[in-house]
Each structure stands twice: as structure tokens, then as C-alpha cells.
């Protein structure tokens, strides 16, 4: 689900006509299952590179085709289980903070 800042962006016309197109592009396969020689629907277009706030209305980073990724669900959430963690930090004095 995306998070609340990023949902005007993800429902925007912008990103459902790039987010198609390339999925067509390659085939609407899973470009992460191609690459283990197995073949699966993709289920999402997976930013390579995360977007923040700061970068959300960044078209050069949201819609620019090299950033994007068309995966299943499954390799979706093995990215991002594998990333999770870079996601917090901890301070000086042991408080966890979102990066």
C-alpha cells in the first residue's frame, strides 16, 4: 500500500499510462523471474530506486523507464523485505528513525 504521501501519485494519469506501457514493454512478465529463466505474470511496477517525499514529483525519478521494474508480487516483496531494514536508523541514543 502507498504510503499516504506518495497516493496522489500512484493515482495520478501520469503514472497509470507510464506504469502500462511498460509493463507491455516487456511483456507484462515478471522481469525478475525472466532473469531465473521462469516466466510469471508481473503484478507490479516496482520503482528501482525508492521515491521519498522529496522526490515524489520528480518525473526525471517517478516516470523515467530506467527506474522502473516490472515484478510479481512475490519477487515485489522480496525487494523490499531484503531493503526493510535500510529503511530505519538508529541514533546515537538508540531511538529508531525513519530514513
Given at each position: 500500500?502507498?504510503?499516504?504521501?506518495?497516493?496522489?501519485?500512484?493515482?495520478?494519469?501520469a503514472?497509470?499510462?507510464?506504469?502500462?506501457?511498460?509493463?507491455?514493454?516487456?511483456?507484462?512478465l515478471?522481469?525478475?523471474?525472466?532473469?531465473?529463466?521462469?516466466?510469471?505474470?508481473?503484478?507490479?511496477?516496482?520503482?528501482r530506486?525508492?521515491?521519498?517525499?522529496?522526490?515524489i514529483?520528480?518525473?526525471?525519478?517517478?516516470?523515467?523507464?530506467?527506474?522502473?521494474?516490472?515484478?510479481?508480487?512475490?519477487?515485489?516483496?522480496k525487494?523490499?523485505?531484503?531493503?526493510?531494514?535500510?529503511?530505519w536508523?538508529?541514533?546515537?541514543?538508540?531511538?529508531?528513525?525513519?530514513?
Open positions: 500500500m502507498a504510503q499516504d504521501w506518495a497516493k496522489d501519485f500512484y493515482n495520478s494519469q503514472w497509470k499510462k507510464t506504469s502500462r506501457a511498460y509493463a507491455k514493454s516487456v511483456g507484462m515478471c522481469e525478475e523471474c525472466r532473469k531465473r529463466g521462469e516466466i510469471r505474470a508481473y503484478g507490479i511496477v516496482h520503482h530506486k525508492w521515491l521519498t517525499p522529496e522526490t514529483n520528480d518525473p526525471a525519478l517517478t516516470l523515467d523507464w530506467s527506474n522502473l521494474e516490472a515484478v510479481c508480487r512475490e519477487c515485489h516483496a525487494i523490499h523485505e531484503g531493503e526493510r531494514m535500510k529503511r536508523t538508529v541514533d546515537e541514543y538508540g531511538r529508531v528513525t525513519a530514513r
